[in-house]
């Protein structure tokens, strides 16, 4: 998402760089509760325990990479 | 020094008294003023109070406005530009002036709810009741998606969200419920959390640096002693608590510029 291209001044980038940290935090929060809740979900329908936990490790990874491709790649 | 020496010093006497209560989310709660009406406890009466001075306070700053401006009329134009320039131009770009309005009114009104939290008299800080903060997310959050949905269409607004160019096909089946989720639950979910509690501690802190003084200055000399500790605390909190208001206050305002500047934005 990045910002409209009008005036590239260095207040936009300091605006940019605050954009990111909150979005950061939001897609970090979305991987942690979206896939270890769906892991959590299997859980609870297949009696296992294990599920959860690859659910988190799934949904950490997946927010790290979607970080990346929305602020670190170019 | 001997304990007997100490206790010469009459230094650990003092009454038996009921152990210190903790302030707690209970110390939240208001009776209602009148009757049993949720309409006038004091989160609410502080609410329409903050209506009533903000709008007195813009509307007698601008109905006189001069080239050479007032003192009143510099102090509103100042924050006024301040919404307008710091926030509204610089994150929305060029279409920012028609959410200029939107923005000034959060601003104004959370600024002031929060600094309700250390004016002597008041003390509360009427957003660290959730039911406020969340109100006005509900607008946020509206606002947003109703600007993308009219300029992209909904289809399109959600296809934008959910699939990125240029990753592989698989990824999308991962990737896609956490753009969903950012969107539409996680965004309106912290921006009401992060008000909410930034406030509600806080005034937690306040409350219990100043009872805390307060229960140990009627105590032993040694506590009456430390309670000296404790009131400056609770003062020195008291004007780092103005910082997180104001600083709240605008990421309040921030968040929802960014949040209606990806919905305008193009490409996600």
Known sequence: ?74 | MTIEKWNSLNLLEGEVRPGFRAPDAGDFVFPSIFGDSVLTTKPVILVFFSVILVSTFFIASSRKALVVPSKIQFAGEMVYGFVRNEIGKDVIGSEFQRFVPFLFTIFTFVLTNNIFGIIPLIQFPTMSRIGFPVAITIFVYLTYHFVAIRKHGLFKYLKDMCFMPGIPKFMYVILAPLELATYFVIRPLTLAMRLFGNMFAGHLLLILFTLGGEYMLHDKLIMKIFSVFSFGFSLGFTFFEFFVQCLQAYIFTLLSALYIAGALADEH
């Not at chain 1, 009008?6 to 990111?20: C, L, M, P």
């Not at chain 1, 809740?37 to 299997?42: K, L």
């Open chain 1, 1 to 74: 998402m990045s910002l409209s291209n009008s005036n590239q001044d260095d207040s936009k980038n300091s605006q940019n760089e605050e954009n990111a940290l909150w979005s950061i935090v939001g897609y970090l929060l979305a991987g942690l509760f979206i896939w270890g809740g769906i892991g959590w979900g299997f859980d609870r329908w297949l009696g296992t325990t294990y599920c959860v936990l690859i659910g988190l490790f799934l949904g950490a990874g997946a927010s790290v990479y979607l970080v990346w491709l929305r602020f670190g790649r170019d």
